[in-house]
């Protein structure tokens, strides 16, 4: 099935080999965002609340490039080093959503690139 590549200099530039969106059809496969700042391709060296908004807004970059918004966003995943954090997560989460929210999962990991506390992956459907 073909798929459009989704690319912007918004957002971190692909540390390996994928891309940091798919597209098939109406429905967008966004690639794991690490707190990245995309100017400088290092980590965001800030408290875990503005590494967590780092992936956000790293996220949003790319959904509007694929021609959305986080509110399109159906399924994300969240990857923590630290599952002390989860509660700090839904808290940021509120900021960027409105119910209904979309589903999730949250996931405890031993590690993430770059020595990242933080990753977060997702898709969304656009509308239509």
């Known amino acids: 099935m073909p798929f459009d590549v989704?690319?912007?200099?918004?957002a971190p530039q692909a540390i390996g080999t994928y891309s940091q969106a798919v597209k098939v059809n109406n429905t967008v496969y966004l690639s794991g965002q690490i707190p990245l700042v995309p100017d400088t391709m290092t980590l965001h060296f800030g408290d875990m609340a503005a590494q967590i908004h780092q992936v956000f807004t790293n996220l949003r970059a790319v959904a509007q490039a694929a021609g959305g918004d986080l509110s399109d966003i159906v399924k994300l995943n969240i990857f923590l080093t630290d599952l002390s954090h989860f509660?700090?997560?839904n808290e940021?989460?509120?900021?960027y959503?409105?119910?209904?929210?979309?589903?999730?999962a949250a996931v405890g990991v031993a590690a993430l690139p770059k020595g990242a506390a933080v990753e977060m992956d997702a898709i969304l459907v656009l509308p239509q």
């Open 92 to 95: 940021i989460m509120a900021k």
């Open 87 to 89: 509660a700090l997560v």
């Open 97 to 104: 959503w409105n119910p209904p929210y979309p589903a999730r």
């Open 6 to 10: 989704i690319n912007t200099n918004n």
